[in-house]
């Protein structure tokens, strides 16, 4: 029998942070979502705690985030052990998690035999508002320390009994222009020793069968590659996967003086970047120079010859962590040309 972990959307990419007062303007600003609702699991609203197998008593604020196109938490622990507070201490904030099961498990014992065939264990669970129960799977060996987290509801209107604790309505208009355009999340970018391996790990875990291979080399099949400002010599490469609107995108570098190389010296396997914006030539030039006053410039690019440009954004004190990638298309029918087919353009850009 071929079980996967149940998947029924991409509700939310979650970010461990130190503070979320710090940074949630510019979650806010950066991906244009001004609704924000605060939890404070602070003694309340948390109960049947457990990390690594104790009952524990741990407290932390999770602050959610939506628009029509993503979901973003932020959770900043207070005290006590759990995952989140070990992410800070081992290496520092970054995305802890993503939660893409909310509604097709019924509950632990139907969630059980799944992990059991699959291998996994429980890092870390509790019950929130007595309305459902919240598993993190530990498939951090599997998937290059990436975690998904599965909510199971216990009762039918378990939604709005999880009310928060404060509301947060920004305006976007006084955080100051939009720095990119993003839409929804393309995918997440994972820095692995072994892609191969963590390849394996997600077509075991979730099913991703759907994958697209990039091999990355300087003036063999990119040209332009630069790091830090620099012309450089690149050669990593990766492959994209995706089930439903979830993709991964797994890059296992070859050569170092890549920001990939780098973020594996720093703080090992785990995910690099995200991927939430494609623009124009026109548009991306226009931006730029209200990134860079911001202390957000470009560290990598490179150029697949008449096709496409790609970029990362040096967003990490920005966005707690966590780098940005953008694509910016040459010419109208870029992935009819660089794609064998609709399928594998849809696993790139989702559509
Ligand atoms: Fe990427």
Partial sequence: MSLNIPIDGWYTTSIVVRDYRQVISHYARFFGISHWEIFRYDGNHLSNATFEGKAIEHRYI??????????IELIQPIDGSSSYQHMLD???????????????????KALNPILDELGVSIRQSGTIYEAADVY??????????????????????WKACIVPDEVLDIDLGLLGPKLLPTASMLHLGVVCKDRDATKAGLTHLLGMTDWIEFKIESDVTMSDTTYFGKKVYHKYNNHVGRVGNFALELITPETDKCVYDDFLKEQGEGVHHFFPSMCSKEE??????ALEALDMPIIQGGTIDGLIEYYYIDTRQYLSGVTTEVVIPLCDDWKEKMFASSKDAWVLTGE
Avoid: Y
């Avoid at 799977?137 to 599965?150: A, G, K, P, Q």
């Fill in 62 to 71: 999770r602050v959610v985030g939506r628009n029509n196109d993503l979901g």
């Fill in 90 to 108: 081992t290496v520092g904030e970054g995305v802890h998690h993503v939660n893409l099961t909310q509604s097709s498990v019924a509950g632990i």
């Fill in 136 to 157: 993190l799977l530990d498939t951090r060996s599997m998937v290059s320390n990436v975690m998904f987290e599965i909510t199971c509801p216990k009762i039918d209107n």
């Fill in 284 to 289: 991306f030039d226009a931006l730029l120079p």
